[in-house]
């Protein structure tokens, strides 16, 4: 497993070299760099994928967790220590795959879509460091070397959101998504010194009796780490950042915003899994809360968005709740007994990856199409479109869990686990399930059907199928979207490491798929005509609702309160007052008192012999006193 | 002679030769000439160091020589370098090269901005490779003499106002300074002056709790210490580029390296009782400076103030005393020296074209010189602690460091120091997207032109130190590591 150094080395070999000979490079050399090297370490990826899960599994069952590579990068103290190095397990092995496989797809697919753009040698340069960052992420051989990846590839994603530095928009959500994830993060940093300080290391596997002195501070510690895990992840309150990290370029919505960094923090979850499920069971449990809620909330928002992109990030951002979910209903590491979650969780991560990557790279092509985010600016497309209506029709049957598509595998797994954990948390997962359905297949019929499509006020332009570049990534990814549910994931990941076979449990797979046909049926009748009456009436019934979830609840404006008015108006103005005018005042005042002083005694050396004459007999005529008198 | 005093010697022959120079061509040969010169040596020193230390040189300072100076005092010329002394003078040679190319085009008055540069240089080389109290007090101050002439003449905006502040408030210091080591020489007997041998001497702790202190203090007005820091925003806006560069670069460093090497060294008891004073005042610093920052319109005050935090951090870990901490401090110093040195540079740099650095002037500039905004962009994201760079290294080892220590007060002040990397972030990005990002505002900008290469030299120099210490840590922290030992053990005696 030596060659898995290429898959770091690889795009950070190419991030140097674009990065550094720049605008030197013709765009489309730049664009071909990139590319290859990531075909090189999607293709390493996959021998790694082939070559590990056919090794055979150990004598306990399980695949044997390989670190070819691991090297002390920075001594701190006698047992604390950062190492740098490569770890192999299963849902390591399985995150490469994803990552590589959106990473690639996105890199052919902006051959086409940013054809043309200036800084497309920069674009490539943040793929290629971003691609290196998210794979050493997920191949951490310990927490501390996660959380330096961790924040390359926030600083990609800044760099990436910000790609227009022209426009506003593109700056203001940069800055937001920098600043809320370094936020969380500072719960995940302390989280990691914590868990250092009492584990004694920072690596995922401490001595269990270390671990049971440490006591309460344990829970404390994996529940810091979740606070980063959630900023990352845009859990609710932290999840303000995704939906305004649209503004940078569509592919980079698909990979980092969809399918691979924002699910950094499930994973990150994943990866502790043992440790919450030994020592902090509860907080476990309080992350399924906050999940839960989150992709309420979302989905709930979702329905009401006009903006496609925004429509796709909180439908992101609800899919990772299930995701976080389906890991804090679990009560114990055996998948037969409590612990199914955790397959499931990864299996959703894995499905979703790639049919989110697809709605998104579909989005792009539309937007590319009728140089819009708006519904309104859409409708009737299918007709125009036809590839992209094929692959957007696939993703949204699979997001919405109609069978055989892979959603609806992985979203069941994780409904039968919420019905193990507690019955209410299956029936409300279910129905966000039901928000999902409808609210992608409003978004379906409000780009495809509805209206025809009207070229006039589009100023007489008439909307083309994607060039060749963007539409082979989509028949490509909704090709893995038909047939990703049938591969055997229990075998390969499983909270055990045990193989376990994925058994669909009837009743509550029949209960989700009729709940997504209703809501579809829904959505169809509201949403598939060029009018629509109901949704109108809907909106204007519930007038305050509506307004309040398009607005996303003014979650955004508490955020602006916040960063406006207390950190800079009510904290950081009179920190800033207080220096100039009391801690410096002071020093000058002692400058102006000494000044003064010498001013006012200044008289006494006037240089005038009578004065001094006389004040010098005066002294020794009172000299002559005072030695007279005692 | 000891080579070490060649450290003293190569800035002196750089004033003998400015001093015959004849025209500008003359002077930056020179110029060039010595800070290479220097820069070589101080990377043989590091060489020969770890060569010595692998041959198994187990001994406090290497490469020591003695030489009485007034004997009546027990004042000796004394040399000698360990782990810190030679990542200082690495980083003291770093800045002053990529000063002089910072100052490649200085108009007035060139030769004599030079000699003040290079006295400055002597008494900063001179201060770190010392091991004698005296000798390193008298190379303290001639680092500070040149700083008021520097401002004072070559400076810019209210330069003499700002000149005489800096120079009244760092010799206010020096008198505490002063002060602590006759102190320190008396307390111990009055036989010697010499650090290591000091160490091995028993100050009375009633002579510690006055003297130390004097000294921390004395040595924290250098170290911006809250509330002995406002010298810094005002000087710092007030020098040219690289009087800015070496001042926040190298000189505030000396500080830190004072508060370690003499305050906590000779005087543990005192330290140990009197810190928690001192970790309050260094706590809030760093956040004070942090959230200060945010609100700022000038550039350099912006930088100035960012320096305050970074430095306030370096005497927290210090004050925090465990042997990571302290390597963190370091750390913290060379790694601030390097991006502070930077940011004035790329400062410079920028006003001299734009001839503003009010961020409402200014936006856009990423399209009208994309290298020095790039350069910028990458300053910012190492000063906001991203890994890769020097400043991930400094502040992770001194968070670790003070996690260490098990009480309910050092935690607290270590998760409140702990939140300046997201303020850091703030006025970071505030700055970026203001002045960087966006269209061109001022028409007149579109006229101007990117670096020119006795520019980009300079900043090629310092990011590649930065990255350099940011991938490749562990060389960097073993020597310090080590070598932070004496004084963590002579605390736990």
Same mark, same amino acid.
């Given at each position: 497993?030596?060659?898995? #150094?290429f898959?770091?080395?690889l ?5 140097l070299?674009v990065g550094?000979?720049g605008?030197?490079?013709k765009p489309?050399?730049?664009?071909l760099v990139g590319t290859?090297?990531?075909a090189?370490?999607?293709?390493l ?10 090794a *055979?599994?150990?004598?306990d069952?399980?695949?044997?967790t390989?670190?070819?590579?691991n090297?002390? $990068?920075l ?5 604390l220590?950062i190492e740098?190095?490569i770890?192999?397990?299963?849902i390591?092995?399985m995150?490469?795959?994803v990552?590589?496989?959106v990473?690639l797809?996105v890199h052919i697919?902006s051959?086409g879509?940013?054809? *043309? ?5 920069r674009y490539?340069a =943040?793929?290629s460091?971003f ?7 997920? +191949?951490?051989?310990?927490i ?5 990846? $961790? ?6 994603s800044?760099?990436l #959101?910000?790609?227009y530095y022209k426009?506003?928009?593109?700056i203001?959500?940069s800055?937001?998504?920098f #600043?809320v994830?370094?936020?969380a993060?500072l719960g995940?940093?302390?989280?990691i010194l914590i868990?250092g ?8 596997t401490?001595q269990?009796?270390?671990l ?11 529940g810091?780490?979740?606070v980063g ?5 845009a859990?609710?309150p ?13 592919p980079?919505s698909?990979l980092i915003h969809?399918a691979?960094?924002?699910?950094a ?5 994943a ?5 919450f499920?030994g020592?902090g069971p509860e907080?476990l449990h309080?992350t399924?809360? +906050?999940g839960?809620f989150t992709a309420?909330f979302?989905?709930? +928002?979702a ?7 925004r ?5 992101? /951002?609800?899919?990772?709740?299930f995701m976080i979910v389906?890991?804090g209903v679990?009560t114990s590491a055996?998948?037969h007994?409590?612990g199914?979650?955790?397959m ?6 894995f499905?979703? @990856?790639m049919f989110k990557?697809?709605?998104f790279?579909?989005?792009g092509?539309i /937007?590319h199409?009728?140089h ?7 409708g009737g ?11 957007f029709?696939? @993703?949204c ?7 055989? =598509?892979?959603? =609806?595998?992985?979203?069941d797994?994780?409904l ?7 019955? $209410?948390m299956?029936v409300?997962?279910t129905? /966000? ?7 992608m297949f409003r978004?379906y019929?409000n /780009?495809?059907?509805a209206?025809?499509y009207d070229? @006039? ?7 083309h ?6 539409t082979i990534?989509?028949? =490509?990814?909704a090709?893995v979207?038909?047939?990703a549910?049938?591969?055997?994931f229990?075998h390969?990941v499983s909270s055990?490491?045990?193989a376990y ?5 009837l009743p ?10 209703v ?5 169809t009748w509201?949403?598939?005509?060029a009018?629509q009456?109901?949704a109108?009436r809907?909106a ?10 398009y607005?996303?609840?003014y979650i955004?404006? +508490?955020y602006?309160?916040?960063?406006h008015k207390?950190?800079?108006r ?5 920190i800033?007052w207080?220096?100039?005018?009391v ?6 005042s002692?400058?102006?008192?000494t000044?003064?002083a010498s001013?006012r ?5 006037s240089?005038n012999i009578?004065?001094y004459?006389?004040?010098?007999l005066?002294g020794a ?6 030695l007279?008198?005692? | 002679?000891n080579?070490l005093s060649?450290?003293?010697?190569v ?5 003998l ?5 004849r025209?500008v061509n003359?002077v930056r040969g020179v110029m060039?000439?010595?800070a290479?010169a220097?820069l070589?040596?101080?990377v043989?020193l590091?060489?020969l160091y770890?060569?010595?230390?692998a041959g198994?040189?187990?001994a406090?300072m ?9 004997a ?5 010329y004394?040399v ?10 690495l980083?003291?040679?770093? &800045?002053?090269?990529?000063g002089v190319?910072a %100052?490649?085009?200085?108009q ?7 000699m003040?540069f290079?006295l400055l240089?002597?008494?900063?080389f001179?201060?770190f490779i010392?091991v ?10 001639v680092?500070l003499?040149?700083?008021?002439l520097?401002?004072g ?7 003499e106002?700002?000149a005489?502040k ?5 010799m206010?210091?020096?008198a ?13 007997g009055?036989t010697t002056m010499?650090?290591?041998e000091l ?5 009375p702790v009633e002579?510690q709790r006055?003297f130390f202190?004097?000294t921390?203090?004395g040595?924290g007005v250098?170290?911006a210490?809250?509330?002995?820091h406002t010298?810094?925003?005002d000087g710092h806006a007030s020098a040219p580029?690289a ?7 190298v000189?505030?460093?000396?500080g830190?390296y004072?508060c370690f090497?003499?305050a906590?060294?000779l005087?543990?008891?005192a330290?140990k009782?009197q810190a928690? &004073?001192?970790?309050?005042?260094t ?6 400076g942090a959230f %200060?920052?945010?609100v700022q ?5 912006i930088?100035a103030?960012?320096?305050?935090s970074?430095?306030?951090l ?5 004050l ?6 302290s390597t963190?401090?370091v750390?913290q110093m060379? %790694? ?6 930077l940011f ?11 001839h503003?650095r009010? &961020?409402?002037e200014m ?9 020095l905004s790039?350069?910028y962009?990458i300053?910012?994201?190492a000063n906001?602690?991203?890994p890769g760079?020097s400043?991930f290294i400094?502040?992770m080892?001194i968070f670790?460091g ?10 607290t002040?270590?998760?409140?120091a702990t939140t300046?990397?997201v303020i850091t ?9 203001k002045?960087l ?7 007149a900008?579109?006229q101007?032109t ?6 980009r030299l300079?900043l ?14 562990w ?5 310090i ?5 004496p004084?963590? %053990?002579?605390?736990?005696?």
């Amino acid at each position: 497993m030596e060659h898995t #150094i290429f898959l770091l080395a690889l795009p950070f070999l190419s991030f140097l070299l674009v990065g550094l000979l720049g605008t030197c490079l013709k765009p489309k050399v730049a664009g071909l760099v990139g590319t290859l090297s990531i075909a090189a370490v999607a293709v390493l990826a996959y021998v790694t994928a082939f070559l590990y899960f056919t090794a *055979g599994r150990g004598a306990d069952g399980a695949f044997a967790t390989l670190m070819p590579y691991n090297f002390t $990068w920075l001594p701190l103290t006698e047992t604390l220590k950062i190492e740098m190095g490569i770890l192999l397990d299963p849902i390591s092995v399985m995150m490469l795959v994803v990552i590589s496989t959106v990473s690639l797809m996105v890199h052919i697919y902006s051959f086409g879509y940013m054809d *043309g753009e200036r800084g497309f040698q920069r674009y490539y340069a =943040f793929l290629s460091l971003f691609t290196m960052s998210m794979l050493g992420l997920v +191949v951490a051989t310990n927490i501390f070397q996660m959380y330096v990846f $961790w924040e390359l590839v926030g600083v990609s994603s800044y760099l990436l #959101i910000g790609f227009y530095y022209k426009k506003p928009e593109a700056i203001a959500a940069s800055k937001k998504a920098f #600043i809320v994830t370094r936020f969380a993060d500072l719960g995940f940093l302390i989280g990691i010194l914590i868990y250092g300080y009492y584990a004694g290391t920072f690596t995922f596997t401490p001595q269990a009796q270390v671990l049971a002195a440490a006591g309460t501070m344990m829970p404390l510690a994996l529940g810091l780490m979740f606070v980063g895990g959630a900023g990352k992840s845009a859990m609710f309150p932290l999840h303000i950042w995704l939906p305004d990290a649209m503004e940078g370029p569509t592919p980079v919505s698909a990979l980092i915003h969809a399918a691979t960094m924002v699910v950094a923090g499930v994973y990150l979850v994943a990866r502790m899994f043992p440790l919450f499920i030994g020592y902090g069971p509860e907080v476990l449990h309080l992350t399924a809360y +906050v999940g839960a809620f989150t992709a309420l909330f979302a989905a709930v +928002v979702a329905c009401v968005q006009t903006d496609i992109k925004r429509v796709l990030a909180f439908s992101t /951002i609800s899919q990772i709740g299930f995701m976080i979910v389906a890991l804090g209903v679990c009560t114990s590491a055996d998948p037969h007994a409590g612990g199914l979650g955790y397959m499931a969780s990864m299996f959703h991560l894995f499905t979703h @990856a790639m049919f989110k990557a697809l709605l998104f790279l579909c989005a792009g092509a539309i /937007i590319h199409a009728v140089h819009s985010n708006e519904m309104a600016a859409m409708g009737g497309l299918r007709k125009y479109m036809p590839v992209t209506h094929a692959t957007f029709l696939i @993703a949204c049957l699979a997001i919405a869990g109609i069978p055989p =598509f892979s959603g =609806f595998f992985s979203k069941d797994e994780i409904l039968a686990a919420c019905f193990q954990f507690a019955p $209410w948390m299956g029936v409300l997962m279910t129905f /966000i399930a039901g928000l999902t359905a409808f609210y992608m297949f409003r978004l379906y019929y409000n /780009i495809f059907w509805a209206k025809p499509y009207d070229a @006039a006020q589009a100023g007489g332009h008439t909307p083309h199928e994607a060039p060749k570049s963007m539409t082979i990534p989509l028949v =490509f990814l909704a090709a893995v979207t038909c047939v990703a549910g049938f591969i055997p994931f229990g075998h390969f990941v499983s909270s055990d490491g045990q193989a376990y076979d994925i058994h669909l449990s009837l009743p509550v797979a029949l209960t989700s798929v009729v709940v997504a046909l209703v809501a579809i049926g829904l959505a169809t009748w509201m949403y598939k005509g060029a009018a629509q009456p109901v949704a109108d009436r809907l909106a204007t019934t519930f007038k305050g609702l509506h307004h309040a979830a398009y607005r996303r609840f003014y979650i955004d404006e +508490v955020y602006q309160f916040i960063t406006h008015k207390i950190i800079f108006r009510c904290i950081s103005t009179p920190i800033a007052w207080f220096d100039r005018h009391v801690v410096d005042g002071f020093m000058n005042s002692l400058a102006w008192v000494t000044n003064a002083a010498s001013v006012r005694i200044r008289g006494l050396q006037s240089g005038n012999i009578q004065t001094y004459t006389m004040v010098f007999l005066g002294g020794a005529l009172l000299l002559v006193v005072i030695l007279l008198l005692f | 002679m000891n080579f070490l005093s060649l450290f003293v010697l190569v800035p002196l022959l750089m004033m003998l030769g400015l001093w015959v120079a004849r025209n500008v061509n003359q002077v930056r040969g020179v110029m060039v000439a010595g800070a290479s010169a220097l820069l070589v040596l101080a990377v043989t020193l590091a060489v020969l160091y770890l060569r010595e230390r692998a041959g198994g040189a187990t001994a406090e300072m290497l490469f020591t020589a003695s030489h009485v100076w007034y004997a009546p005092l027990n004042i000796h010329y004394a040399v000698g370098v360990d782990g810190i002394s030679v990542v200082m003078l690495l980083l003291s040679a770093i &800045i002053v090269f990529t000063g002089v190319f910072a %100052s490649w085009k200085m108009q007035m008055l060139t030769k004599e901005f030079f000699m003040w540069f290079c006295l400055l240089s002597v008494g900063v080389f001179g201060f770190f490779i010392s091991v004698d109290l005296f000798t390193m007090f008298m190379f303290y101050e001639v680092a500070l003499i040149p700083m008021y002439l520097l401002i004072g003449v070559w400076g810019s905006g209210r330069k003499e106002y700002s000149a005489m502040k800096l120079t009244l408030m760092l010799m206010g210091g020096s008198a505490f300074i002063l002060m602590g080591i006759l102190g320190i020489y008396y307390g111990a007997g009055a036989t010697t002056m010499s650090l290591t041998e000091l160490a091995r001497i028993h100050i009375p702790v009633e002579w510690q709790r006055i003297f130390f202190p004097l000294t921390f203090i004395g040595f924290g007005v250098l170290g911006a210490l809250f509330p002995f820091h406002t010298w810094s925003p005002d000087g710092h806006a007030s020098a040219p580029t690289a009087v800015s560069m070496l001042h926040a670069g190298v000189l505030m460093k000396l500080g830190g390296y004072g508060c370690f090497r003499i305050a906590i060294y000779l005087m543990p008891e005192a330290a140990k009782e009197q810190a928690w &004073i001192f970790l309050i005042l260094t706590g809030i610093g760093v956040v004070y400076g942090a959230f %200060s920052a945010c609100v700022q319109k000038d550039l350099k005050y912006i930088n100035a103030y960012s320096s305050v935090s970074h430095c306030s951090l370096v005497l927290f870990a210090i004050l925090m005393m465990t042997q990571t901490s302290s390597t963190g401090a370091v750390l913290q110093m060379l %790694s601030h020296g390097l991006m502070t040195a930077l940011f004035f540079a790329i400062i410079g740099m920028i006003y001299g074209r734009t001839h503003t650095r009010d &961020i409402r002037e200014m936006s856009g500039l990423m399209q009208v010189m994309p290298f020095l905004s790039v350069c910028y962009v990458i300053a910012g994201l190492a000063n906001l602690g991203l890994p890769g760079f020097s400043g991930f290294i400094a502040e992770m080892t001194i968070f670790v460091g003070s996690f260490e220590v098990n009480d309910v007060f050092h935690r607290t002040l270590t998760i409140i120091a702990t939140t300046s990397i997201v303020i850091t972030a703030v006025y970071i990005l505030r700055l970026v997207g203001k002045v960087l990002y966006g269209t061109v505002g001022n028409p007149a900008h579109l006229q101007l032109t990117d670096a020119t290469w006795d520019e980009r030299l300079p900043l090629i120099v310092l990011i590649v130190a930065i990255a350099g210490l940011g991938l490749m840590p562990w060389g960097f922290s073993h020597i310090i590591s080590d070598s932070v030992l004496p004084v963590i %053990s002579q605390l736990a005696r």
